[in-house]
């Protein structure tokens, strides 16, 4: 429905002249034109560099063009630009504000006016007067107000895509994908970026308002907002809440009972209605995969296409050394030794533009990682930093090259320790940036943007190094081992020194192998493989461990310990399978937990040791969504749905609770209970869905019992809405 808006009338009027009256703002055809349909209940919405039409209707005598000339005004803080409504065709200036008479003389009293805003316009809210000048006076109408975005379709906009498909799938789509696990067991999280909802754009507009350099110097912020670049870091840093009102507050461990914990999040529709009605206070709480979805439907509402991408073992290198250290115990536990991390995964935002800063070299997409990880330029932001200068290693390009590089292109440098002292070394060049996934355009499968990030690694020699007895030594400050000269053997060298510590003729070799996809319920089942390259038999120690881990690196105690001695002929090749029941990792795990499996082969004669780890997620069991009808419901109409768990396990579940939310679809939780759950017992719960918006809704249901602190399920279902119309 078009807004019809009653003028205000800023000058005294005279008798018998022509006066504003109504002002229409033709919403619906503008919005169709624009690509802006949905985007807004309050106000108009348009694009930059693309005329949009008002019609003006006046009261009084009609307008008369030979004696009477329009004005027309934007205002922008305190900034303003006149443009005087011309009838020529040659009417549009693409630096310059401008309007021409579209139509009149239909109505005697109204007139439709084309306007057209620079290609290099600010994205704000406008206020929009009319002054009607004579010889002899002038009268001064407030018009209204109209909101102005990027243009992705408009070739000289900076954001322009060329192809229909991305600007839907990276633009207009509220739906998307995220990729978390381990590359082991990779699995998909949707989201509903939910643009379309209600309040959102005007929340994603309050955020410019709010931030510091809104704050500091309006006029300034406003200039400036015509440069996506300029956009892209600001609104990063606003969307977590770290140095100014943003919308986010991140925690990674402890209890999350005061706020809502991150995996609960499937909307940001939902995260940016709570920030925005709570007088920006910050919302609890985020991870990297929330950030960074807030922050894609920030960027698609204000024009900015924009994906969500996962970077598998990521790397969190403060230092900058491109090297991340791990430690582990003699007996293969992982220690919380390092300033630095590998995340099994981390998620952050690509945007594409130009990039005139740059050069057209460095066009295309570009990181912003909203996630407060390090500080850049004195503020916790990160980007943007073109992916063509990560991949072609220039690390000299704005924003924070240097640190997304190491986040793809580390190596890392495993060390066990014993009673202070380095006793094993081995480097891996591979594992960081392993696989990075976004989803695939109009499409849920994943495409691996790898090649995009990396180009071909040279190669690195002796990776696999031993180690017989080495004094290095804790640094008191970092928690860090210093490398230090071997001792006591003829022959040695220090760390990452000479080739004779990894002589393959004179070592061992190991690697750990993870059978399958571990589900709960299933025993996990392994298998070391040790590699004799010596011209002896050897008698070695296996030690095997298992433990608890956050996907952000942090440890939790060994839920899992076995050692054994074991015999090698010179030569031989050892296969030593290993088995953990569901009875012995139950009472500690819960679906999609990760777990750190590590053995460490020791030489009881020499004291060499070996080290192989690794790192998978636990598949957990499936809970059933069905939707009446389909999984295309309308506007406005209920439908049922049926969700189900059943028991897998081979023991009763105490207090089992199957829980049932949607953002758009339900208005509070929902759930069923049973005090005991047998095994091959079921759960289930109907629900009745009625959507308010159309666009892409998710519904989410959570299995949880009382002998597991952590929720057991989580699963996900996709529902289209369509429009009444359709």
Known sequence: ??????????????????????????????????????????????????????TLMFCGRPWNPLMEILFLEVWLGDMSERMRVQFSDEWRDPLRWSAKVYQSGIHPKSVTIHICS?????????????????????????VGTFILLCNPWLQEDPVYMPLD????????????????????????????????????????????????????????????????????????????????????MGKWQGSYKDGVKPTD??????????????????????????????LCTVMRVLGIPSRVVTVFNAAHDGDGSLSIEEYYSSTGEKLNLSKDSIWNFHVWLECWMRRPDLGSGFDGWQVVDPTPQEKSAGIFCCGPCPVVAIQQHCLGAPFDTPFIHASVDADIVRLIVRDGLVVGRKVNTEAVGQLIYTKSVGSDRPENLT???????????????MVNKCSATFGSSRSTLQSCPLLGRAGGSSLGGSSSLGRSSQGLEVSLNIEGVPSMGDSIIMCATVTNQSNSPRVLMEYLNAQLKEFNSGLQESFWRMSKKVHIKAGEVLKLAHTIPP??????????????????????????RALAAQEFNISSPQITIEIEGGDSIRLKEKQKAQVSFINTFSKTLNGAVLTVEGSGLLEDKQQARLALLKPGEKIEKQVSIMASSPGTKILTATFSHSDCPSVVSRSFHK????????
């Open 118 to 142: 620079p290609v290099l316009s600010s994205v704000a809210l406008y206020e929009l007067l009319l002054h009607i000048e004579t010889r002899h006076n002038r009268r001064t109408y407030v």
């Open 1 to 54: 429905m078009d807004f019809v808006q009653q003028s205000t009338y800023i000058c005294g009027a005279e008798e018998g002249h022509c006066q504003l009256k109504l002002v229409n703002y033709e919403a619906d055809e503008n919005h169709i034109s624009h690509e802006t349909q949905g985007l807004s209940r309050k106000h108009l919405v348009v694009r930059r560099g693309k005329p949009f039409k008002i």
């Open 165 to 248: 498909a991305h600007i839907e799938e990276y633009i207009k789509s509220d739906y998307g994908l995220m990729y978390i696990g381990t590359p082991l067991n990779i699995n998909r999280r949707p989201w509903s970026f939910g643009q379309y909802e209600p309040g959102v754009l005007e929340a994603c507009l309050q955020l410019l308002q709010v931030s510091p350099q809104h704050q500091k110097d309006k006029n300034e912020d406003y200039a400036l907002r015509a440069d996506p670049v300029y956009l892209s870091r600001v609104l990063c840093a606003m969307v977590n809440c770290n140095d100014d009102l943003g919308i986010l």
């Open 583 to 608: 009875s012995e990792y139950e009472a500690y795990l819960a679906g999609d937990d990760i777990v750190n499996v590590a053995v460490v082969i020791k030489d009881m004669k020499t004291d060499e």
């Open 265 to 294: 999040w499937s909307s940001s529709a939902d995260i940016l209605h709570h920030w925005a009605s709570s007088n920006c206070s910050p919302v609890r709480y985020g991870q990297c995969w929330v950030f960074a979805s807030v």
């Open 719 to 726: 529902v289209s809405v369509k429009n009444e119309k359709h």
């Open 451 to 465: 090649p995009a990030y990396k180009s071909r690694k040279i190669e690195k020699p002796a990776t696999m190094m």
